[in-house]
């Protein structure tokens, strides 16, 4: 991708850098129609219709399926999500153990932890696929390389279909809006990426009010190829970060055709280009190999993290028999990688844990221990992160943007879409911001620091600081039921004022002037 200034350059798939990396060209064994397999981002008009269709292709497959999870709304209770799942998905369960006779009789287990899947979710009035597993395609023959497509072959074929999709006028009537902008605002970036044929491939821009956010916000970034696309199916990638209230703010985003290290390359580079090549101190990624290359190329001295809530959500799928035969598995994962201090005491409860459960051949955890450097907090707790790498930051300005953009909206109504959610973005800060200048906070301690960073510090981060101010000053309130006096230790002065008083009258013990029995006589 190139800038676009003052001269329309525009950079052909010839132009790329080969020296990435070598990408097989189209895979000759697509076939012309659409595939029988499913793919990601596949379209249905209802579940019904893929019933129908994942019927057909079990069938030719060899295999059997079931009906899996019903996801529904929590604000209308409409159905918004559906599985379809292998019938060997999942144990079986210990129920079906019966006792007869002092004899256990065990039925025929059939279920052996399949994760063969496809997963929809709805999009307006539409069904589209955003997971599909292969576990029975690369069982059933013997391995990844015999599966008669491959992950390349699906990429291909989108993106050949992507382009017979693009209607005419649309990509240029996005591209004299890039124009206008950037004669309105001359900071305004952009740059766009042509194929070999001429045809828009992909499409990056950044906005003034971005590129000044990034200057005070862009210590730490988050970037994530998302399943929010527009008609064409294109990813939608935000670069994404944290300001000082806490709000998630945007850097820059783009619309890729594919999801090719060559495509990764250019928008990275493009981007870096477009924050004047000021790099971040931490950027987050999911632990996609291709985008970790490609950061590694791009971003010399920059400490890339993975996201540990990216990789956490995926422990009940890769160790689905750990977690149906061991309840307490899954507190003793969470402590040893929350609760480890130091690298040396989580390598510790680590190896603890895999002896005691017999995962040393698991291999997605031998994997996931190899990257530990990346999203254990014992191993990058020294780096600033700004709260960005346990959180779903990108997934919750994903859903901001559902409410702007879907899957019917052209190229050009993207970009403006675009505009009008950075514009009710920037709102939300402004309201912030008001409220920070023109209200005065509460102080919840007498301690002067804390007056003084009040009128300092916004609101969100001001509590912040409150909480952690008294974490350490105040010890925590424990009520107790109290305990036998004579246990308790008594201090000198306490021992002292126990002792019997003296009448200053009468000069006697064991009583008081107002109780002192000869002054009351003599009145």
């Not at 290359?293 to 993290?305: D, E, G, I, S």
């Not at 209200?439 to 007056?451: I, V």
């Amino acid at each position: 991708m190139q800038n676009i200034h003052e001269d329309s350059t525009i950079l052909s798939s010839d132009d790329m850098l080969e020296s990435v990396v070598g990408i097989d060209p189209l895979n000759s064994i697509l076939p012309t129609e659409p595939p029988l397999e499913p793919y990601e981002g596949m379209e249905f008009a209802s579940i019904e219709e893929t019933r129908i269709y994942y019927i057909r292709y079990a069938k030719n497959t060899s295999f059997s399926f079931r009906m899996g999870r019903v996801i529904k709304s929590r604000t209308n209770g409409m159905i918004i999500g559906r599985e379809f799942l292998c019938s060997k998905e999942g144990f079986q369960a210990k129920k079906y153990v019966k006792e007869e006779s002092n004899s256990i009789i065990v039925h025929d287990e059939t279920r052996v932890g399949c994760k063969a899947m496809l997963y929809l979710k709805k999009n307006g009035e539409i069904w589209i696929v955003l997971r599909f597993a292969l576990s029975v395609l690369c069982t059933e023959s013997g391995g990844v390389d015999n599966v008669r497509f491959s992950p390349q072959d699906v990429i291909n074929y989108l993106t050949e279909k992507r382009q017979k999709k693009l209607e005419n006028g649309d990509a240029q009537m996005m591209l004299s809006y890039f124009k206008s902008c950037q004669l309105k605002n001359p900071a305004f970036f952009y740059a766009f990426q042509m194929d070999a044929e001429g045809r828009l491939a992909n499409c990056f821009w950044v906005d003034s009010r971005s590129k000044m956010a990034y200057k005070y916000f862009g210590d730490v970034v988050t970037f994530d190829l998302t399943h929010l696309t527009n008609k064409y199916k294109m990813p939608f990638v935000p670069f994404t970060g944290v300001n000082h209230h806490q709000q998630s703010i945007l850097f820059g985003c783009a619309l890729l055709w594919d999801e090719t290290i060559e495509s990764f390359f250019l928008l990275l580079s493009t981007w870096l280009e477009a924050i004047s090549g000021i790099s971040s101190k931490t950027i987050i990624t999911d632990q996609d190999v291709a985008i970790s290359n490609v950061v590694a190329k791009v971003f010399l001295k920059v400490n890339h993290h993975y996201y540990m809530w990216h990789i956490e959500k995926n422990v009940p799928e890769y160790l689905n028999r750990v977690y149906h035969e061991h309840g307490e598995f899954k507190n003793q994962f969470y402590k040893c990688i929350h609760q480890s201090t130091t690298v040396e005491e989580f390598d510790s409860d680590w190896e603890a844990m895999i002896d005691k459960y017999g995962l040393q051949d698991n291999q997605w955890l031998n994997k996931t221990f190899s990257i530990r450097e990346k999203w254990i907090p014992a191993y990058v707790r020294h780096n600033f992160c700004a709260g960005m790498s346990t959180t779903q930051r990108s997934e919750s300005m994903n859903k901001y943007f559902k409410d702007f953009l879907n899957s019917s909206t052209s190229l050009s109504q993207f970009v403006t879409q675009y505009e009008k959610a950075l514009d009710a973005r920037y709102n939300k800060e402004r309201e912030k911001t008001f409220k920070t200048r023109n209200s005065k906070s509460l102080l919840r301690t007498l301690y002067p620091m804390e007056e003084e960073t009040s009128k300092i510090y916004t609101r969100k981060m001001f509590r912040i600081f409150q909480d952690v101010n008294i974490a350490l000053h105040d010890p925590p309130l424990i009520a107790t039921k109290g305990r036998p006096q004579t246990l308790r230790m008594k201090s000198s002065l306490e021992m002292v004022r126990k002792g019997s008083s003296t009448c200053s009258y009468c000069m006697k013990k064991g009583h008081t002037k107002p109780k002192c029995p000869n002054l009351n006589q003599t009145r």
